[in-house]
């Protein structure tokens, strides 16, 4: 993680930061435990939260999020848009389904930021069964 240059981020298919490293303080100005189990839709700007779900979704094209779904700013509501699939569902791991790169803007507390960066985000879905 040194030679890194960004960070690690880990989210479950319904968008909660399973894992994130200690670097994402030099990025975004979060500590790391301050945002580890937390909604990564808390932290993306709400133009790029559509794209990040799109983006979780393994075919990319989830389920619509109704705006009644949505709750209200701040509010923590559960995810209807995980949807369960059987392993002879999903396309092998090694194919590129699974492959992501896009530009979403997270929140950033850093003085050199408006509130928001653009980062660069690439990295490849994994399921894991159990």
């Not at 500590?31 to 393994?58: A, K, P």
């Not at 995980?82 to 896009?102: A, D, K």
Request: aromatic content about 12%.
């Amino acid at each position: 993680l040194q030679a890194l240059n960004g960070f690690v981020l880990v989210v479950t298919a319904d968008g909660v930061i399973f894992y994130v490293s200690p670097t994402v303080q030099d990025y975004l100005g979060f500590h790391q435990t301050d945002v580890m189990h937390q909604s990564v839709f808390e932290l993306i700007h709400v133009e790029d939260q559509q794209e990040f779900r799109r983006n979780l979704h393994w075919a990319l094209n989830p389920p619509a999020v109704n705006e009644a779904d949505k709750g209200r700013p701040g509010e923590r509501v559960a995810s209807t848009s995980v949807i369960p699939y059987g392993p002879e569902q999903l396309p092998p791991e090694n194919t590129s389904f699974f492959e992501r790169n896009f530009i979403c803007q997270f929140r950033c507390l850093l003085d050199n930021s408006s509130g928001f960066v653009a980062l660069n985000l690439q990295g490849r879905l994994r399921f894991l069964h159990g």
